[in-house]
């Protein structure tokens, strides 16, 4: 393997994600872990990065560049929030010390915004990602998953965002609510997403109730788990594009995330006349924290 | 303790309880166990019944009159839904043999309704109580829980229903997102609710993104716990009200069931000009097993 010039982590609630980058700028190697900073004690982050990364080290102090729930209160070293608008990829990363001299750890912030209240950590990286491959570009991105972004970015800043649970609402349902017995299997009725998407975005007052009919059609008319699993998607990803329509009506939007969520999201917004751009969250991801690490080593 | 004459029993998904009834229709005892049908497969229904009620048996048999889940498909026995609009103080039990002789057992069944696609098993019977007590009933009843019901009765009649998953998303969130971090302790702020509701109601449309503000406030602002718990749960309610709002706009409400979450209810209805007569759920049901009991007695 080529020489690891630096190292390029996504550190979220959950996962662990890591790629070494070559002196050209390319990902010479990958590797993945389930030590999320939600399971990390604060003395156990160090030694869950170097189980990951050791095998690309070498003597000499290599950069560590990482966004993410790494940054959090309860995380490895809180790197505090910048407050919106604020250009993402301008942040001055936290460098925290480590145990082991073979690592030199950059954390970047995330973001926050007064009122409405709220924060991000991870995804304004991929904004700047974003940013950097586009600086002219004025519109929205959207970042579906458990905690659903919705982010305007105009003139290189953030100028606001919102966040929508929507992704930790359909797995607490889907797994844990009297919805479970309907939604079981793979398979997924497109129907029955799109009509639940127009449902909650044309009537979103009807949500409440709408949720236990996908129990009750099971029930009594035979609903398949195809349709049963159509319409709780199509009812919560209704209600997260009702809330976020000042966000996507009449704008550019584009839309990174898992593919088969993206492909989702696209197709809901597409009925309401909205054509978006879809992209790789990695791409993104990577672009942003590439971009920080050229702002590191041209700093003077 | 004065003979049993019948024993009245509410058996739902988590809970089963049951009231040892005496000649003269009074409560001589009471008593509850977890053994709710969520728990049980079919051969446990009737041990798990003995276990609670055999202190009240004699030799002959004693009805037992039983409503709730135990007569869903996956129950000891299924009592097939009664469709909407009718009676439900007329239903027909079910009379499942037993292994143990000392009980006659009955079964009363659920309703359903076609569309919307709803049901119900145990509120109406706690409906039959509702009507046997003023037969001129002419409103809604209201009975808020894990699943939240509005039944709209007329001439002795249910109408039409509808159910809201108010409870059980309550606890899912509180127990289990990211908001879990946020609600802790018992502390609970009226006045962060009363605004919740009335946002959810003017605007249902933010109820995506709403949710989320509860987690962002507390990171941010230093938002208490108690106004977090106050905020889900108005957003919530108001969510429920926001999609009941048929039935309970210029209607005549009755609301049932703990009766903290009954305040919780009656608050948010009189805000919006409502004024709601509060019961106890015990008494109604309890009215209407006594009102089953009636009608197996006077049979022919």
Redesign the interface.
Known sequence: MKKTNWIAVDWGTSQLRAWAIGLDGAVLDRAASADGMGGLTQAEFEPALLRLIAPWLGDGPTPVIACGMVGA?QGWVEAP?RAVPCQPGAAVPMTPPTQDRRIKLHILPGV???S????MRGEETQTAGVIHENAAFDGVLCLPGT?TKWIHISAKEIVSF?????G??FA??SQ???LRHSVGGDDFDRDAFDTAVGETLSR??????????I???G???GQSNAAAKGRLSGL?IG??L????PYWLGQQVQIGGAPALVALYARALEIQGVQCLTRDSETLTLAGLRLAHAKLTEAP
């Open positions: 209160k929030y926050s915004q007064d409405p209240a709220d924060v905690h919102r966040t929508a649970m929507t930790e609402l607490l349902l844990h609510s009297v979103p007052e009807r949500l409440a109730q709408s949720l236990f009919t129990r009750a059609e029930l009594l008319h919560l209600a997260d009702a809330a976020a329509k």
